[in-house]
């Protein structure tokens, strides 16, 4: 199958699914600007060589990065001070890419190989127990790493949105459980009042 422009664009993003640009991970920035509704200096990870690539893929002029999206630095990849984790789960939780393990409060930690360094565990432990170290450069630009960062990402939200779907289904059947009896009674008081009344009258 041909590849989209879409396609090809997502091709050339770091898949770090950070969100720094504002979209809910690197493909939704690709279809934006593959529809012309977002421009190509948003990503902060794919730095000024990433604004590059994409200009000559799209035939425009390369633009200084949006730093209101924040700033280009070294990729880092996250790492769990395991003597300070609590096993909140709140990391795990974040993790755009299932790269952290650990159930809870039991100690967690990153898989190395599978961290995006997105920083998003960051913010989201109580315990500030999350340092970065610098990503090995081989990684840094490494387009398996990054496919395979593609592939966690979307098996993550298919999972998560199975598991939506599984609660939304279970919310609906627990109100028709709720509806039923109170169905039912409201019948057996029209039943007794139709009774008593007949049994009232001459």
Not at 10 to 24: A, M, V
């Amino acid at each position: 199958m041909t590849p989209t422009l879409a396609d090809r664009i997502d091709d050339l993003l770091p898949q770090t699914q950070c969100e720094q640009c504002g979209f809910h991970g690197c493909r939704p920035y690709a279809d934006a600007i593959a529809a012309n509704e977002a421009e190509i200096n948003r990503c902060p990870p794919g730095g000024a060589l990433g604004i590059a690539r994409l200009a000559a893929l799209l035939g425009r002029p390369p633009l200084p990065l949006d730093t209101t999206r924040g700033v280009e630095k070294p990729r880092a990849l996250a790492r769990i001070v395991e003597a300070d984790c609590i096993g909140c789960t709140k990391c795990i939780q974040a993790c755009p890419v299932d790269a952290i393990v650990g159930a809870a409060k039991l100690m967690h930690t990153v898989m190395s190989d599978l961290c995006t360094g997105c920083e998003l565990c960051v913010p989201a432990c109580p315990v500030d127990c999350i340092t970065l170290d610098p990503m090995p450069l081989a990684q840094v630009d490494d387009r398996r790493h990054a496919e395979a960062a593609r592939r966690h990402f979307q098996r993550r939200e298919a999972r998560l949105a199975r598991e939506r779907e599984a609660r939304e289904r279970q919310l609906a059947a627990s109100k028709r459980d709720v509806g039923a009896p109170a169905a039912r009674n409201a019948v057996l008081e029209a039943l007794a009042r139709a009774k008593a009344k007949k049994k009232d009258s001459p």
